[in-house]
């Protein structure tokens, strides 16, 4: 069990399609390779895919969890949680998405709390939503994390998040420019980005990290930055997720 209380690191975006929930994953990976115990938490909870991208089959879900909190019948957090190897845990989205609706945002603060005593690292996957639950969720996170793509329209939009957060006096995201995600999306340099968002490009993903057997990953339930072929072949890449890693657990200390 973590002596300290985890820290929460919630991956979301302003435009779907950008690598949310690999990130997540490989952020996951690159925790798990750091020996931290670490949980995935779906909140994308109409379409999440973490279950889908790890093979993972489980009768509890974020739905159960909440339902049984209502009812008075919750116990352990570890009685909700999937396991997909000895460091990562995951709670998936509703296996039936039409119980999403019934997931109340008042029981995120509670869930937290029950989970950061028993984890290092919590990372929340999310939609590009700003809906009542994903607010809650930032809220309660230490750090987020913004991927976006070299795409005029996630730009614009993330340049429109950037300013809505500077109006609220918010400081705690990052911004990762995903640049494995659409080989042919390369609208923009770095410079022009940070001069449209008028803020920084915090870390990047970069190009080489393209894969064009990345669904074989997924049909295998595979977490690209625990494989040892990547690993030795995109050395770049596993450096760039350490780095960002690293500076999340500096950063929320």
Sequence with gaps: MAVKQAK???????????????TTLNLAGIFSLKKLKTLIIDMDLYSGGIALSLNIETDKDLFHITDDMNNNRFDHIENYVARYNEYIDCITAPIDPRLASQIGSNYIDLILARAKMKYDVI????????????????????EIIYVVSNDPVDIKNMKTMVAILKDMDRSNYRIILNESCDMEKDCFSKYDIKNILKDNIDYTIPNSFYHKDIDEYVLDGKIMTLSSKVQSKDKKAMKNFELIADALLKESK
């Design 8 to 22: 929460v690191f919630t991956i979301t975006g302003v435009k779907g399609g950008v690598g949310k929930t690999t």
């Design 123 to 142: 990372l929340i996957d999310t939609n590009h939503i700003l809906s009542e639950m994903n607010l809650v969720v930032m809220d309660a996170s230490d």
